[in-house]
């Protein structure tokens, strides 16, 4: 008889089709754990929608949804989620994500039925104001049950720095493990498109889409070619597309979703694009940036947070908080012309860019050693 694999819950606040850089982490991890078979992994997640499968089967791993609420606020109040976490036989339960009210449950229900968790950070931007004011109190609220984490995962050495303090915890505990960069190879030949520039990510203000579209008019009037084009969905998206037509830019500037989970279309549009932007002024680790370097396309980014660690490393060409558009736009129009000069935008993967394979042996070893250490 086959030994029984260890039961890993992975509990994220939101998952596909939902879209963003913790779901296509959490994908890319869980995925990868079920081919390899070492572990028997589940992911629990909420559905604010009412309209998702309650329980569904995707890539080898099981996707447990349970409601949450208010339909059209991030808190994700959804007590379902402690029943499923305590009541199961899990060895080990993965808190993915630290900025909702997921987390407390989740580590709260962990605790009370003794089942061993770890928790990785996954930070966000603050979507309002009013938000980010409640910031402060949420770590207050949250920091006893991470202290009590088996262990504590950063995605950025930013991370470290932003949490070692408001949480109480000794630097030494956390442990850095990037996310990794993979988008599917494309089919057929796809030619960049000259003056394109790309800006993805959801379209929330702290994203920062509006910074790129503001410096169009300047872009274009050194390549009177240029164009944006901004994949995403959100909230922001009015505003964006009013701010489009004050300025001028019908005609330059577009606004597209793509399907949930269609990696194949963000590889054509990343591919035909000369340099992406990515002005989001919080950013832990960005997923969409790892995907652009993993296609050699070159990277604008706003050198602050998770992004600033890639500006520090070279694979991002920073530009500081407060950069004005006209500044932005000269440094946007110098890519493009660089791109142009050397015959193409896309250039080898960068030397040493971590491979999501690389995040799941460091999970695994961590998980390892979690289980061994509560079994001895």
């Not at 499968?53 to 949450?68: K, N, Q, S, T, W």
């Not at 993993?294 to 694979?315: F, K, Q, R, S, Y």
């Not at 110098?334 to 491979?355: C, D, K, Y």
């Amino acid at each position: 008889m086959s030994a029984r694999r260890p039961k890993i819950l992975q509990v994220v606040h939101r998952f596909l089709p939902e879209t963003g850089g913790t779901e296509t982490h959490v994908a890319e991890v869980s995925a990868r754990l079920a081919e390899r078979g070492e572990f028997d992994v589940t992911v629990l997640t909420t559905d604010r929608s009412a309209e998702l499968p309650a329980a569904e089967r995707i890539d080898g791993y099981d996707v447990l949804r349970r409601r949450a609420w208010p339909r059209d606020r991030d808190y994700y109040v959804s007590p379902g989620l402690a029943r499923v976490v305590s009541s199961g036989d899990w060895d080990l339960v993965h808190v993915q994500g630290v900025h909702t009210l997921v987390a407390p449950t989740a580590m709260a229900a962990a605790t009370a039925s003794r089942t061993p968790f770890v928790l990785t950070f996954h930070s966000g931007g603050a979507v309002s104001s009013a938000r980010a004011a409640t910031r402060t109190a949420h770590w207050r609220l949250i920091a006893p049950l991470v202290r009590r984490a088996e262990q504590l995962i950063a995605v950025s050495r930013f991370e470290v720095g932003h949490f070692a303090e408001p949480l109480g915890v000794d630097p030494s505990r956390m442990r850095v493990i990037r996310n990794g960069g993979a988008l599917p190879a494309p089919v057929g030949p796809i030619d960049p498109v000259p003056g394109r520039i790309v800006s993805s990510g959801r379209l929330e203000e702290y994203k920062g889409h509006q910074l790129a579209v503001r410096a169009m008019p300047h872009v274009r009037a050194r390549l009177p070619g240029a164009e944006l084009v901004i994949l995403g969905v959100g909230p922001y998206e009015s505003t964006l597309r009013g701010l489009v037509t004050a300025l001028g830019l019908d005609d330059a500037v577009s606004i597209r979703h793509l399907p949930p989970g269609d990696r194949a279309a963000m590889t054509r549009e990343l591919s035909q694009a000369s340099v992406m932007a990515s002005m989001s002024t919080y950013e832990a680790h960005p997923v969409g940036v790892m995907e652009a370097l993993t296609l050699g396309l070159p990277v604008v980014g706003l050198d602050v947070a998770g992004t600033g660690d890639l500006v520090e490393e070279g694979l991002v060409t920073g530009v500081p908080v407060g950069v004005t558009d006209r500044e932005l736009a000269q440094v946007l129009a110098a890519e493009l012309e660089a791109t142009e000069s050397r015959g193409g935008p896309h250039r080898p993967r960068p030397v040493g860019l971590p491979t999501w394979d690389e995040t799941v042996d460091q999970l695994s070893e961590i998980y390892r050693e979690v289980l061994a250490r509560r079994r001895s």
